[in-house]
């Protein structure tokens, strides 16, 4: 099983930015990163197939986040910028060793079977 590890989160004003990390262990053919507000779902936020590194985003974040990752560290990011109240949410770093390349676009947390704890991201209009 991968075990991941988010750091990163934090508070900050409308308008500005933050990284998030997420230290893996193993290998994973997918990796994503999802959010969820208090009294909603969980949505996906971007995620890649880890060979490839091309990352598919959501509408909602899309030209303002970038997700990446450094192979050599096995170290997944995402770049936050120009953050709205609307983004604030615990995020986490989602991974699996197996996964659909053509069903990455769906962002579907039920792709996933290893999860992070979780890493606060709060932002204040």
């Known amino acids: 099983q991968v075990q991941l590890v988010e750091s990163g989160g934090g508070s900050v004003q409308a308008g500005g930015s933050l990284r998030l990390n997420c230290a893996a262990s193993?290998?994973?053919?997918?990796m994503g990163w999802f959010r969820q507000a208090p009294g909603k779902e969980r949505e996906g936020v971007a995620a890649?197939?880890?060979?490839?590194?091309?990352?598919v985003y959501a509408d909602s974040v899309k030209g303002r986040f970038t997700m990446s990752r450094d192979s050599s560290e096995n170290t997944l990011y995402l770049q936050m910028n120009s953050l709205k109240p609307e983004d604030t949410a615990m995020y986490y770093c989602?991974?699996?060793?197996?996964?659909?390349?053509?069903?990455?676009?769906?962002?579907?947390?039920?792709?996933?079977?290893?999860w992070g704890q979780g890493t606060q991201v709060t932002v204040s209009s």
């Open positions: 989602a991974a699996n060793r197996r996964g659909s390349s053509t069903r990455l676009r769906r962002l579907d947390p039920s792709d996933y079977n290893a």
């Open positions: 193993g290998d994973t053919f997918i």
């Open positions: 890649m197939v880890t060979a490839l590194g091309l990352a």
